[in-house]
């Protein structure tokens, strides 16, 4: 099986743009979560979906936001972009919502100029 | 939220057993001990966790402290390609099981040497 995918792998944006990042989960996978990772605050759940159904939202504003398409893929945008959402934007995926063990794509890497 | 501690960084010489240590003093009854690891300039990958029992797989062990509160995750015979970041994160089972409380630490550089 294909692993996670995550389209683009590397971004460069500017101060004010906004930003839309793809996942493909694991063929049959119906969950899937981001998260964002950045060095001084490690990795940080920002939010998670299972059928097409935003379950649970990480204490992120609300320039950050998401969705999942009938075919389990999803998207998540940032707008308004700073400097301070430059970051390594990972993608995870399960079978199912509560699963046990999450498969993470190679993630995403936005930098805001 | 209970949470982990990890030792920064640790050192291995290829082919010898690692004991990748970690503490949650704080842990509840229904919190799940996860390992994931994460190369470099790769995802998060899993690999393995426990509630109670010590646990085997294909690429680790885990031995869990009988009160709990602490935990060590075992690589029998380190190869270079072991060389990763490893966390250890607490898993509630109280919050149906969602990520939404799956936090990572800072985890443990493991570096391996030839």
């Known amino acids: 099986k294909a692993g996670v995918t995550q389209t683009p792998r590397y971004l460069i944006k500017t101060r004010g743009q906004q930003v839309t990042l793809s996942c493909s989960p694991i063929?049959?996978?119906?969950?899937v979560s981001w998260y964002q990772q950045t060095p001084g605050q490690g990795l940080q759940f920002l939010f998670e979906?299972?059928?097409?159904?935003?379950?649970n939202k990480g204490n992120f504003p609300g320039r950050f936001s998401g969705r999942q398409f009938s075919n389990s893929r999803s998207e998540m945008n940032v707008s308004t972009l700073e400097l301070g959402d430059s970051a390594l934007y990972l993608c995870?995926?399960?079978?199912?919502?509560?699963?046990?063990?999450?498969?993470f794509g190679p993630g995403t890497r936005l930098t805001v100029l | 939220d209970a949470k982990t501690t990890q030792p920064n960084s640790m050192e291995s010489n290829e082919e010898e057993p690692v004991h990748l240590p970690c503490n949650h003093s704080?842990?509840?009854?229904?919190?799940?001990i996860h390992w994931y690891r994460q190369l470099p300039s790769q995802g998060p990958e899993y690999v393995i966790h426990?509630?109670?029992s010590n646990v085997n797989n294909r690429m680790a062990s885990l031995a869990i402290a009988e009160d709990r509160k602490s935990s060590t995750l075992i690589l029998h015979r380190a190869t270079l390609r072991d060389a990763a970041v490893y966390y250890c994160?607490?898993?509630?089972?109280?919050?149906?099981?969602?990520?939404?409380?799956?936090?990572f630490g800072k985890g443990t550089l493991l570096t391996v040497n030839p």
């Open positions: 995870a995926s399960s079978p199912v919502f509560s699963a046990d063990t999450q498969y």
């Open positions: 063929s049959g996978h119906r969950s």
């Open positions: 979906y299972f059928s097409e159904t935003q379950r």
């Open positions: 704080t842990i509840s009854g229904t919190d799940y």
């Open positions: 426990g509630l109670t």
């Open positions: 994160i607490l898993r509630p089972l109280n919050s149906g099981g969602s990520n939404y409380k799956l936090t």
